[in-house]
């Protein structure tokens, strides 16, 4: 599977951004798909995960209620809106995609990352 996100771009606090991430490959539907980031000076982090079949969805604390991940498996893609943004949530982004949700970053394939800047 590759990957390739997009729609990072710069932001004032409050505002709104959605990340998309291209898949190829038929067995796009078979995997299960995340977005982590990375912030200046931090480890790469878990945002957000989704099943094969978009039934479940976990987000890390820090963005609930503000983020919402989804999926269309007709297109191979996979999408990350981003609300409410704050000057915390400025990193680079990356789509995962791995056989099965997993905590940690230990996911099998990844994209390149796409940058996200949030101005107070």
């Known amino acids: 599977v590759q990957l390739q996100a997009s729609g990072g771009g710069v932001a004032q606090a409050g505002g709104s951004l959605r990340l998309s991430c291209a898949g190829s490959?038929?067995?796009?539907?078979?995997?299960?798909m995340g977005w982590f980031r990375q912030g200046p000076g931090k480890d790469r982090e878990f945002v957000a995960q989704i099943t094969w079949d978009g039934g479940v969805t976990y987000y890390t604390d820090s963005v609930t209620g503000r983020f919402t991940i989804s999926r269309d498996n007709a297109k191979n893609a996979v999408y990350l809106e981003m609300t409410n943004l704050q000057p915390e949530d400025t990193a680079v982004y990356y789509c995962?995609?791995?056989?099965?949700?997993?905590?940690?970053?230990?996911?099998?394939?990844w994209g390149q990352g796409t940058l996200v800047t949030v101005s107070s």
């Open positions: 490959g038929r067995t796009f539907r078979e995997y299960a």
């Open positions: 995962a995609a791995n056989a099965l949700l997993t905590h940690g970053t230990s996911w099998e394939y």
